[in-house]
């Protein structure tokens, strides 16, 4: 959820009239224990306070002194940054990312993205992430951040999402607990007894946002081979740093997975994400325990 490439490092936690004119192709980096570095071929924004056209550009994040350098064979730039929003992964890389925004219109796409959540990686292929202002305008676009302006009008696209292993026989018997009027609809679904983890991956993902609803698709190959449908509302709550998503539906095929799905996010023990019944919260102003074995 794109909540992590230099798209989101350019844009998110600023407010803008509307959206600042930038254009980045074919973005490399990777961000690590609060500092990072990224590559572009090309980089040009418009940001009021500075118009810059950069060929070759070396671009270096830093979350102790809140700031971007920018560099290419001729100029340097420094700008201020707020990156409370990275605190919610301590690693990541990505690849192959491209950027253009006009004011009323926001486009990114990758071709990977790897997030590091010990024990496992994720890896996300081919991401698409837009968002459309042209309906929206006075007042209300003069106060909104490029984070709420998604919310209100976004469209997310994966082709395929790694998600980790998962052991068959827990899973099912998950299942059941939360669907106990469909054991054998389940039984017939879900065959594997196996107690040995087996990769799950994703395909297809689709996540439209609007109105600060969502809702969303994604399916789910390997032995399971079945849809599943979610959505909610989300709220960025700009004064606390935090972002709130209520989570109404997860069914996989006819099954309710809702609370399995709040119970895995929980269980990946992140500093800066909880869940309070139907509730994640990403708290983005939390920092988090920087030990030497924790990669949340």
């Known amino acids: 959820m794109k909540l ?16 600042p004119l930038v254009k980045v192709d074919k973005i490399t980096g990777h961000y690590s224990d609060k500092k990072g570095k990224a590559f572009a071929q090309h980089a040009s924004y418009d940001l009021d306070v500075v118009k810059i056209d950069h060929r070759n550009i070396e671009v270096e994040f830093n979350y102790l002194e809140e700031n ?30 491209d950027i253009k925004s006009t004011h009323k219109k926001f486009y990114s796409n990758l071709d990977e993205l790897k997030l590091f959540i010990e024990p496992a990686e994720y890896i996300f292929t081919k991401v698409e992430i837009s968002s459309d202002l042209t309906d929206i305008t006075g007042d209300v676009v003069k106060d909104m951040s490029v984070l709420e302006g998604f919310i209100n009008n976004g469209d997310v696209a994966v082709k395929s999402i790694k998600l980790g292993p ?27 007894e196996s107690t040995n983890t087996i990769p799950v991956m994703g395909r297809n993902m689709r996540v439209v946002f609007k109105e600060q609803t969502f809702s969303g698709s994604l399916l789910l190959d390997s032995w399971i081979n079945s849809w599943l449908y979610f959505g909610g509302k989300i709220k960025n709550d700009q004064e606390n740093k935090k972002l709130l998503i209520d989570l109404y539906k997860a069914k996989l095929g006819i099954f309710s997975i809702r609370g399995l799905a709040l119970r895995t996010i929980r269980n990946l023990k992140l500093d800066s994400v909880s869940v309070q019944g139907n509730r994640i919260i990403v708290d983005m102003g939390r920092t988090f325990d920087s030990g030497p074995n924790d990669s949340k």
């Open 68 to 97: 971007l350098v920018l560099n290419d064979l001729n100029t340097t730039v420094q700008i201020n940054f707020d990156f409370s929003f990275l605190n919610v992964f301590r690693t990541l890389e990505f690849s192959g990312v």
């Open 4 to 19: 992590t490439t230099l798209t989101a490092l350019l844009c998110v936690q600023a407010a803008w009239a509307s959206f």
């Open 166 to 192: 998962i052991v068959p026989k827990v899973f099912k018997q998950q299942v059941i607990e939360e669907n106990p009027e469909l054991v054998k609809d389940i039984e017939s679904a879900f065959c594997p």
